[in-house]
């Protein structure tokens, strides 16, 4: 079986081998292709990680290359964590927005939507190439944010390529949950008797219920997380806002409800997040770099991601297995909450068999949050459009739709800036200039 890894040189990929080389049994691997356009980059993070699956017996084969084409070709699986434009790319996301006042993020806001541009044609272009070299079914399981608007476009513009959106909040918040019940109760359970129940966008859910083997246990979960909230001198959420709703939102909504005081801790700016994992990148890649080593080193989760590679290994495990497992991913709505459109691409649970993802029926999320979902949403269409026909009118409404973009009287100004920011990566708005 061979999986191709589309952004081979990240950081993260040492991660995703150990989670490889952990299911060995259940996914037999025998070929690991890892693709990336920086060889340099490559040859460091790819050497790591074939002496890291050489320490273990040699149990698949790890190839590196910078041709895209044969890498996924006779791939049964191709994932792809690739950032267009690399860390500073990020960096300049970031600044952008805090030169304009306005949230300066890698998947939020102005930021996220200058990562999207970026990156959906690419993400396109391999999709394109699956259809045409990879195995009859190969499927594309997209790690690279954007993750919602980047399948919200394969969705669209790739469709018969089959594809999923995979994110680690939904698992970190599952986690995270099952540590607080332990704490409530003195009972650990293992996470695979547990599910979560979460619905809405990336990096724009409500996590509304969570079973274990079965039982709802939601309603004891929530009052312990508000009455957690209420005795925090300095809480995430405000009590009463948990309360109203009965439901944990995804960290992600605090540039949402609490905007300004995000606003205010990019005023201590440098360094940016861009700026911090830069440095920490340095370290890892000296590290990765130094032929003896063979195991992961403890300073990777500085560069984040907890439980990347059990999301991603656990996916595809239950894919191949056929194992109807229930996994959080962003996928096609098709009619699961009826009352939304069934051409939006939701983050929600849905059942992985060989034959395909389904997302599970489910309930719409009340008024309150769907109002600021389908805003959202309309900015991910557009940006769609935007990123796929270089069309500047888009680009313009997804700025103005954004519950978090520029006045109306500022989009022109900052449309601009993007544009030109990161011109060498957005041809596609460049043609006729």
């Known amino acids: 079986m061979k999986v191709a890894v589309i952004g081979g040189g ?4 040492p991660e995703l081998v150990n989670g490889f080389l952990a299911r060995l049994q259940q996914f037999p691997l025998t070929e690991l292709w890892l693709m990336d356009i920086d060889k340099e980059r490559l040859d460091i993070v790819g050497g790591f990680a074939q002496r890291m699956v050489m320490a273990k017996g040699s149990p698949f084969r790890v190839v590196l290359t910078t041709n895209q084409r044969e890498a996924v070709r006779d791939a049964d699986y191709v994932t792809t964590q690739l950032r267009v434009g690399h860390m500073e790319a990020r960096r300049r996301d970031e600044y ?7 949230i300066g993020q890698e998947t939020t806001g102005v ?23 990879s195995k009859p079914g190969a499927m594309l399981v997209n790690f690279t944010n954007p993750a919602g608007l980047v399948t919200q476009a394969l969705s669209k513009y790739a469709a018969d390529t089959p594809s999923v959106g995979v994110c680690n909040v939904p698992i970190t918040a599952k986690m995270g949950i ?94 940016s997040r861009a700026d911090e994992v ?26 984040g991601g907890a439980y990347y590679s059990t999301v991603a290994t656990q996916l595809l495990t239950a894919h191949y297995n056929d194992l109807g497992e229930t996994h959080i991913v962003n996928i096609k709505n098709n009619g699961a909450v009826k009352e939304w ?34 805003a959202v949403k309309a900015y991910e269409m557009l940006t769609v459009e935007a990123a796929v026909h270089g069309d500047r009118d888009a680009a313009y409404q997804a700025l103005l739709v954004h519950p978090l973009g520029p006045r109306a009287d ?5 449309l601009d800036d993007l544009l030109e920011t990161h011109r060498e990566h957005l041809p596609q708005f460049w043609k006729q200039a």
């Open 10 to 13: 990240s950081t993260y990929t």
């Open 96 to 102: 952008l927005g805090l030169r304009h006042g306005l």
């Open 178 to 271: 099952l540590e607080g019940w332990k704490e409530l109760t003195g009972v650990s359970i293992d996470p695979s008797r547990a599910e979560l129940k979460t619905l809405g966008l990336n990096h724009l859910s409500w996590h509304r219920g969570f079973t274990i083997d079965g039982e709802d246990v939601w309603p004891r979960i929530i009052e312990n997380f508000i009455q957690r909230q209420k005795a925090d001198e300095h809480p995430d959420w405000d009590p009463r806002t948990v309360e109203t709703l009965r439901m944990m939102p995804n960290y992600y909504l605090q540039y949402f409800y609490y905007t300004d005081k995000k606003l205010k801790s990019q005023e201590k700016w440098p360094p």
């Open 410 to 414: 500022k989009v022109q100004a900052v």
């Open 111 to 133: 930021g996220g939507m200058g990562k999207a541009l970026r990156t959906i044609p690419v993400i396109l272009g391999i999709a394109r190439d699956m259809k045409e070299v």
């Open 341 to 374: 459109p069934a051409d939006w691409v939701l983050e929600m649970p849905a059942t992985v068999r060989k034959s395909g993802i389904t997302p599970q029926p489910a309930e719409p999320l009340p008024m309150a949050c769907f109002g600021l979902v389908a």
């Open 278 to 303: 830069i440095e920490v990148e340095k370290v890892l890649l000296e590290q990765y770099a130094d032929p003896n080593l063979t195991e992961p080193p403890a300073d990777l989760m500085k560069r």
